[in-house]
């Protein structure tokens, strides 16, 4: 079946610019995820949703950073007035989130390269 | 908090020779580990995990609770290993399986 799928792929904003990053996750799936890949850098984790519920945003870096799941499926990450330093690979990932042999199996997305100029 | 520490970042390795590539954590409770591998234009995705105690296309990792040590090992490189891999760490928080990942190691198998 199909992965966990982004868009847009690659997405080029200017300084002070908006920003929406949508992720498609794995149907069925219980837990979605948010990591920042900075050049050079592994994942680092931004947010997680529980079904439709944000019960851990402690990893967005400021309140220009903004996550919603409304139905618990799709999920976007909003950055308002982009700054240089949100220029990064955005990844979001799925899981079951459910006890089970895969329970703590993440399967993640391609990503959307942000370049902020 | 947790961290995770893979102290080389490039790793060349003839092909047929012993693969180790490092990682080491920190993280005072019994967390979960993994090991992620990124090859060339893919996505992220799962090679192995501590808990299944299974053997991925070769590699094995043993967890190292003294040493707080996973380190990947394999026992004869082969030449589509070429990837970039990163450890990770997860602290299950009631179905909060947020993973810290390490910064990576690009391996390099030299045909």
């Known amino acids: 079946g199909a992965g966990v799928s982004q868009s847009p792929r690659y997405k080029v904003a200017k300084r002070g610019q908006d920003v929406a990053l949508r992720c498609d996750p794995i149907s069925g799936h219980v837990s979605l995820f948010w990591y920042q890949q900075a050049l050079g850098q592994g994942p680092e984790f931004l947010t997680y949703f529980q079904n439709e519920a944000q019960l851990d945003k402690s990893g967005l870096p400021s309140d220009r950073f903004f996550a919603e799941r409304p139905e618990g499926s799709v999920s976007t990450l909003k950055i308002q007035r982009t700054q240089q330093e949100d220029s990064a690979v955005y990844l979001c990932a799925s899981s079951l989130g459910r006890l089970g042999t895969s329970r703590l199996e993440q399967f993640f997305g391609p990503g959307t390269r942000l370049t902020v100029l | 908090a947790q961290r995770v520490t893979q102290p080389e970042k490039l790793l060349s390795v003839f092909k047929g020779a012993p693969v180790e590539l490092k990682c080491n954590y920190s993280y005072s409770g019994s967390p979960e580990l993994f090991w992620y591998v990124q090859y060339s234009r893919q996505r992220l995705q799962l090679l192995l995990r501590?808990?299944s105690r299974e053997s991925i296309k070769g590699f094995t990792a043993d967890l190292n609770k003294g040493e707080t040590s996973f380190h990947l090992k394999k026992p004869f490189a082969q030449e589509e290993d070429s990837a970039m891999y990163y450890c990770?760490?997860?602290?299950?928080?009631?179905?909060?399986?947020?993973?810290?990942f390490g910064t990576g190691t690009r391996l390099t198998i030299i045909p």
């Open positions: 501590h808990i």
């Open positions: 990770a760490l997860s602290v299950s928080n009631f179905g909060n399986e947020k993973l810290t």
